[in-house]
Nanobody
């Protein structure tokens, strides 16, 4: 099993920045890709960004491309999401996910990000 714990979510004004962290523990050697998802009130969970094991490949949803950056430090079993130019529509619970054997089968409990206008 792999345990994921997110942190860094808080209330921020529009235009501001936040850095989310995801700490992994357990059988981390089995993890390949990692990703961030988010879920806003009344909406389905949506993909935000993903990163390959080496960090050489990154992916972003169109809604965050150019504003968010994803990174990971495998030595620390950690992944990060740097969020800049935040908008009220970025308000959501952000979830860290880790892939093993080809699917995201490990999830964190989420961290709340609230962007005020």
């Amino acid at each position: 099993q792999v345990q994921l714990v997110e942190s860094g979510g808080e209330l921020v004004q529009a235009g501001g920045s936040l850095r989310l962290s995801c700490a992994a523990s357990g059988r981390t050697f089995s993890v390949s890709d990692m990703a961030w998802f988010r879920q806003a009130p009344g909406k389905e969970r949506e993909f935000v960004s993903a990163i390959s094991w080496s960090g050489g490949s990154t992916y972003f949803s169109e809604s965050v491309k150019g504003r968010f950056t994803i990174s990971r430090d495998n030595a620390k079993n950690a992944m990060y999401l740097q969020m800049n130019s935040l908008k009220p529509e970025d308000t959501a619970v952000y979830y860290c996910a880790a892939a093993s054997v080809g699917e995201y089968n490990y999830w964190g409990q989420g961290t709340q990000v609230t962007v005020s206008s």
